[in-house]
């Protein structure tokens, strides 16, 4: 599976981005999909993933962020909200089997600079 990503870039604080993971292959419903970022100096994170439309945020984006899935067009959006500087960070797309840990797909990575 290849996943392509789409939307970083520059925002001031307070602003919106919408990132975008196109998957080469359809969404399966033993599948997640999702958005995890790295920041600098820090450990990469769990932003958001979604899975038969359940979808799962971490804590530092709840009601911020939002994410959803057009299974039509294999691709997952990431709507940011409110950002803040300390959102700033490599954002990559994870696309991984929800039993098997060892079936695990990354995208590129698209970098999110929040800054006025």
């Known amino acids: 599976v290849q996943l392509q990503a789409y939307g970083g870039g520059l925002v001031q604080p307070g602003g919106s981005l919408r990132l975008s993971c196109a998957a080469s292959?359809?969404?399966?419903?033993?599948?997640?999909m999702g958005w995890y970022r790295q920041g600098p100096g820090k450990q990469r994170e769990l932003v958001a993933d979604i899975t038969e439309g359940s979808p799962k945020y971490g804590d530092s984006v709840k009601g911020r962020f939002t994410i959803s899935a057009d299974n039509a067009k294999n691709t997952v959006y990431l709507e940011m909200n409110s950002l803040r500087p300390e959102d700033t960070a490599v954002y990559y797309c994870n696309y991984r089997h929800r039993w098997l840990s060892s079936v695990d797909y990354w995208g590129q990575g698209t970098l999110v600079t929040v800054s006025s």
């Open positions: 292959r359809s969404i399966r419903s033993d599948y997640v």
